[in-house]
C-alpha cells in the first residue's frame, strides 16, 4: 500500500515543525526518516500515520486524498492496513502479552486455535516464547517494544510504522528489530521508520533528513540508498 506526504507543512504552537515535506513510501521498502531530535521525525510518521493533522499539503494512501477522511474512514485504515510500533503506544498494560498481540484480531469467543499457533510463533521470532500469559505491565522495556513488533507480525500489516524502534535496546535487541523491519519490508509490507540510529538507517532502502534547512534548498533532502 503506497503512502504518500504532498508538501505537508505542521505548525505547531506558532513554530513550523514541518515545512512543504514530500516523501513516499512504497510497498517492500523500508522508509527512514532520520534527522537530529527535534526535526520533526515523529510529527512526519503520526502525519503519515493519519494520527495527526496537518496544516497544508496532504496525506496520500494508496491514491486516495486521507486528509478528507472521517473518523470512520480513518479507524479502518488503522484497524486493516497499519501496525504502529511506537514506545509508549497501544499497549494495553494490564492486559497479557497474547492480548496485546491480538487485539482487535479476536473473535467473539477468542482466539481460534490456528491463531493460537500463530500467536506462539511470532512470540518466538521476538525471543518471547511460552511469554503469552503474562501481564505486559510485568515485562521490561525491551520485551514490551518486542510485544509491539509480535503484534505487527500477527496483523501481517500492510503498512507498518515505527518510531525509534531501537532507542534504549541493547545489540541483541537492536539487531532483532532492525531484522524484524528488513523482513516486513521483504514479505511486501511498506515500512516507515523515524531514527536516529545509524545502523537502522543503513538497513532502509529509502532515506530521507528532516531540518536540514539550506538558504536556496526546501528542508528537506532525499536520496535513495541501494
Ligand atoms: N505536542 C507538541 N506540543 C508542542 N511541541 C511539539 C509537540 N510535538 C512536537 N513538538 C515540537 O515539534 C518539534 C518536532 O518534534 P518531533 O516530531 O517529536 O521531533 P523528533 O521526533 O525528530 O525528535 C520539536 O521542536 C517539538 O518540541
Ligand atoms: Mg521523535
Known sequence: MQLRADSVS???????VLSSVSVEAKPGRMLVLAGKSGS????????????????????????QDATKWKDSQRRRFWRDHVAFVFQDYGLIEEASVEYNVTVGRRGLFGLRQSDRERVEQVLNHVLLSGRGKEQT??????EKQRVGLARAMFRGADIVLADEPTASLDRKNRE?????LIEEARRGATVVVATHDEGLMAAGDDLIRLGEQRPSESSLHSETVS
Open 10 to 16: 505542521v505548525v505547531i504552537d506558532g513554530k513550523p
Open 176 to 180: 532483532l528489530v532492525i531484522n524484524f
Open 137 to 142: 505491565a510485568r515485562l521490561s522495556g525491551g
Open 40 to 63: 520533526g521525525k515523529t510529527t512526519l510518521l503520526n502525519v503519515l500515520g493519519l494520527l495527526g493533522r496537518v496544516d497544508t499539503g496532504s496525506v496520500v494512501v494508496a491514491g
